[in-house]
T-cell receptor, first 108, second 112 residues
Framework: RKEVEQDPGPFNVPEGATVAFNCTYS??????FFWYRQDCRKEPKLLMS???SGNEDGRFTAQLNRASQYISLLIRDSKLSDSATYLC?????????FGAGTTVTVRA | SQTIHQWPATLVQPVGSPLSLECTVE??????LYWYRQAAGRGLQLLFY??????ISSEVPQNLSASRPQDRQFILSSKKLLLSDSGFYLC???????????FGQGTRLTVV
């Protein structure tokens, strides 16, 4: 079983729509959680950390469910510029493991 | 502020040739350093990480090795490249045991 799994998508949504997707992790001892954004042929860039109580950063909302071992990302009022691949990352003991990414395409 | 430099940006190498990719971090001390590989359309695979000078942990047995000769320098090497070594190689650093990682711009390696 992979340590971190994501629905690869693609999620194809119109501008202004809300899109949400999850990421599951296998190790209950995981200590930290993040969402990264990766544009085509570029390096991943940190989008936001995910905290136990859930957190927002503008149009982005991240949630953590430790009992069911998943994290989620919700994007409200989608913009064309939100088109990218979103990678979840799970940290434990110096290591950050990544999912394969969820591709989101926002269309005009 | 902290910055991470990784070079070259692209590389085309013949099978059987050696490889050396270098990564340096500025603006921080004793960072945790990482090498990841991303195959086309795939996720990031952790290859090596280092928590200090001369300390290397290998995650996946393979044709590659890593070294950390200085606090903020991380090198990925191979003596003989294989076709399967092609991919997008990313160096990253973090400050804490489970903190977020920040990536260099990556090296796109094609082995021909």
């Amino acid at each position: 079983r992979k340590e971190v799994e994501q629905d690869p998508g693609p999620f194809n949504v119109p501008e202004g729509a809300t899109v949400a997707f999850n990421c599951t992790y296998s190790n209950s001892a995981s200590q930290s959680f993040f969402w990264y954004r990766q544009d085509c042929r570029k390096e991943p860039k940190l989008l936001m950390s995910v905290y136990s109580s859930g957190n927002e950063d503008g149009r982005f909302t991240a949630q953590l469910n430790r009992a069911s071992q998943y994290i989620s990302l919700l994007i409200r009022d989608s913009k064309l510029s939100d088109s990218a691949t979103y990678l979840c990352a799970v940290g434990r003991d110096y290591k950050l493991s990544f999912g394969a990414g969820t591709t989101v395409t926002v269309r005009a | 502020s902290q910055t991470i430099h990784q070079w070259p940006a692209t590389l085309v190498q013949p099978v059987g040739s050696p490889l050396s990719l270098e990564c340096t971090v500025e603006g921080t001390s004793n960072p945790n350093l990482y090498w990841y590989r991303q195959a086309a359309g795939r996720g990031l695979q952790l290859l090596f990480y280092s928590v200090g000078i001369g300390q290397i942990s290998s995650e996946v047995p393979q044709n590659l090795s890593a070294s950390r000769p200085q606090d903020r320098q991380f090198i990925l090497s191979s003596k003989k490249l294989l076709l399967s070594d092609s991919g997008f190689y990313l160096c990253a650093w973090s400050e804490t045991v489970v903190g977020e990682a920040f990536f260099g711009q990556g090296t796109r390696l094609t082995v021909v």
